[in-house]
Nanobody
């Protein structure tokens, strides 16, 4: 069973950058489609970005497209989310997620079997 552990969250000023990482244990990481979701206080969890098992195809929510970049390194069992031009509305707990059947419904949290514990990102204005 693959386990996911996020890191890299923190406090940053608006316009700044952060890089989130997700370390996966287990030998099957490279078979999984992966994604990032986020949940702000009082709001539902929302899709942020997704990447296919090979890393060739990436997808983004409109709200982060052009500012965030998802990537993966299957040799190192890691998933990354590079976030730039951060806005206060990006403040949330960010979760990495994975599964064997994430596509084509990669925007739906129910498509993912595995979840990390989350890491807090706070963007001050």
């Amino acid at each position: 069973q693959v386990q996911l552990v996020e890191s890299g969250g923190g406090l940053v000023q608006a316009g700044g950058s952060l890089r989130l990482s997700c370390a996966a244990s287990g030998p099957t990481f490279s078979r999984y489609g992966m994604g990032w979701f986020r949940q702000a206080p009082g709001k539902e969890r929302e899709f942020v970005a997704a990447i296919t098992w090979s890393g060739v195809n990436t997808y983004y929510a409109d709200s982060v497209n052009g500012r965030f970049t998802i990537s993966r390194d299957n040799a190192k069992n890691t998933l990354n989310l590079q976030m730039s031009s951060l806005k206060p509305e990006d403040t949330a707990v960010y979760y990495c997620a994975g599964g064997s059947r994430t596509f084509p419904n990669f925007r739906a949290s129910r498509s993912y079997d595995l979840w990390g514990q989350g890491t807090q990102v706070t963007v001050s204005s």
